[in-house]
């Protein structure tokens, strides 16, 4: 927890001084709230009892004026304290809600630094929950928890001094309070914490199970799954009810046992307090004032008890945020740069092995060259690993053995946005956001002027499509392209790709969704994309690959072949015999 403080600390530096001015406003409500009996005590003592009062310029006062004085003390006093009450709610949840943005910011900010396989180990929903809900409760540690509890602690330091100086013995009879809940409440600390804990990793489960459902609408519709699904949310949905529920209940234990115990002690005190005042050891109005504290005091304790169990679980949630920030990335960031015109594109890997799961390897020992300029294509047999191999060159992955170089230099020594800048990529499957056509394509040069995004989408096939929308380029698309069909939304993602014009360019499976006309029309225009630039392409369609330079063939996660067309061709291997097998089908598929 010493290390959480320092971390929530290190947050609220940057508006220390609003800080301060609400920790001022805490003093200014703590002498309001010390002042509020005073003029009960001088109507009872002094005006009912016509006591005179010990300071001379108020002696001389009758008891109408002083009457009326003491009335409108009493309303300057509460009109005070409510303003500096409402300054203070203003003050504390503004300043909380910078740190929870703040927060909020950098947890965000770093889990899109987090490696593609942190991502695929981690429930989606999880994430959005921490980032969404998790990341309030700095705002309880830091202000909301925090002031209220150091108000209560002001106001009990104040009125301990003067209560000292009414009856001590009470005084201290009321204090001793304070230990007896210490031993009572601290026993249900701990499972107010597990409470909170189960509590929200419960939550967390609902997201998750929430989002991957949203996700995969489609599957579950087209399977009818629609009442397992809703059995499985129902089943979440009461399992995380149900630890909300206890976490409550629990915390109203917390504050109902403080409450029985300041009750308690509240009479005894009431009781020892009443036979001062008959003794005559007491005023009416010592004892009025003494009370009135006493009820603050009392008050102050049961919210500091009840604020506790609040902070129980906010620590629980701030501490799952800095759970996610204390995680190291798999893949370190480098400090190179490449120089203002980019990479020559010479790519070389060397003994790459990886795994993404232990004694499961993907690739085994990878070792090839691809010159500057060269088009390579990359084809194998489902799960031989080809997707893989590409997206290691952007390090979506880091290899566990072996080294990929550009230009003669590994990539790790590289900063990834610099990496990244040098490798336009049409990824499966393809994705497109809820954002316009223009938008979609100029993804990755958004300063891109419409000449070269209608350019792009020339070359892409898609400019045609674009061009009979109502708005255009300035189409709004649906929710993860809902609006396009598949064909469509692999041209976009192609089209984003051109308009990057990297010096290294990957393209998997890039026709895939394509019919041989419109496939046809986009190599033409992928042609001219690819000359000069270093480029693997991903082959759904052997037929493609007839134009590479060279043509690699992946299987097991090895290379057992590599050569031109033709070259392979004549060998009579691997690849002739997934071309064979290929052409047979699609012959099958329109033969009459």
Request: glycine residues 8%.
């Amino acid at each position: 927890m010493v290390v959480t403080r320092r971390k929530i600390l290190s947050y609220l530096l940057p508006y220390r001084w609003q800080f301060l001015w609400a920790l001022a406003q805490v003093f200014l409500i703590s002498g309001c709230e010390l002042i509020k009996p005073w003029p009960f005590k001088v109507i009872i003592d002094n005006v009912l009892s016509k006591n005179p009062l010990p300071w001379k310029f108020l002696a001389s006062m009758s008891p109408q004026t002083l009457l009326l004085c003491a009335c409108g003390g009493i309303v300057l006093t509460y009109l005070l304290s409510a303003c500096c009450t409402l300054l203070n709610s203003y003050t504390t949840v503004k300043v909380g809600q910078k740190v929870v943005n703040d927060l909020r910011g950098d947890l965000y900010s770093h889990l899109q630094r987090l490696s593609l396989a942190f991502h695929g180990r981690w429930p989606t929903g999880d994430l959005l929950y921490r980032i969404t809900a998790d990341t309030y409760a700095i705002q309880t540690l830091s202000t909301s928890g925090f002031l209220p509890i150091l108000s209560a602690l002001l106001l009990g330091a104040g009125m301990f001094i003067i209560l000292l100086r009414l009856d001590a013995l009470l005084t201290l009879l009321a204090l001793s309070v304070c230990p007896a809940l210490l031993i009572l409440l601290s026993p249900l600390n701990v499972r107010i914490t597990s409470a909170a804990t189960h509590a929200r990793q419960q939550e967390s489960a609902v997201y998750s199970l929430v989002q991957r459902a949203m996700s995969a609408m489609r599957v579950i519709q087209a399977f009818t799954k629609e009442e397992d699904e809703y059995r499985h949310f129902m089943q979440a949905s009461q399992g995380s009810l149900a630890a909300n529920l206890r976490f409550y209940v629990l915390q109203t234990f917390y504050g109902g046992v403080s409450s029985v115990v300041i009750g308690l002690w509240g009479a005894l005190v009431m009781w020892i307090g009443g036979s001062h005042v008959l003794e005559g050891t007491l005023t009416v109005g010592e004892l009025i004032v003494f009370i009135s504290y006493l009820a603050f005091l009392f008050l102050s304790l049961n919210k500091i008890s009840e604020t506790w169990g609040l902070l129980q679980g906010a620590k629980v949630g701030v501490g799952r945020v800095f759970e996610l920030l204390e995680m190291e990335n798999d893949v370190k960031e480098g400090l190179r740069v490449f120089p203002p015109d980019g990479a020559k594109g010479d790519i070389n890997w060397t003994g790459v092995s990886f795994q993404y799961l232990p004694s499961q390897p993907v690739l085994k020992h990878i070792s090839l060259n691809i010159p500057a300029g060269k088009k390579v294509a990359i084809v194998g047999s489902t799960g031989a690993g080809k997707s893989t191999f590409v997206s290691l060159l952007p390090r979506f992955y880091d290899p566990q053995s072996g080294q990929i170089t550009i230009d003669g230099v590994d990539i790790r020594e590289f900063q990834l946005k610099s990496l990244r800048s040098q490798i336009g990529m049409v990824l499966q499957p393809a994705f497109v956001f809820p954002i316009t056509m223009g938008e979609n394509i100029a993804y990755g040069r958004p300063e891109a002027p419409l000449e070269e995004i209608i350019s792009a989408a020339k070359l892409a096939c898609i400019h045609d499509f674009i061009a009979l929308l109502p708005q255009g380029y300035d189409t709004v698309l649906g929710e993860q392209g809902a609006t396009l069909s598949e064909g469509q939304k692999q041209r976009l993602t192609i089209a984003r790709a051109i308009l990057r014009n990297a010096p290294i360019l990957i393209l998997d499976e890039p026709t895939s969704s394509m019919d041989t006309e419109t496939e046809a029309l986009l190599m033409e225009g992928l042609e001219r994309l690819m000359a000069r630039k270093t480029t693997l392409i991903i082959a759904h369609r052997l037929s493609t690959v007839r134009q590479a330079d060279l043509i690699v063939v992946l299987g097991a996660g090895e290379i057992v072949e590599q050569g031109t067309f033709a070259e392979l061709m004549r060998q009579s291997g691997a690849f002739a015999s997934l071309y064979r097998a290929q052409f047979r089908t699609q012959v099958g598929k329109t033969t009459p």
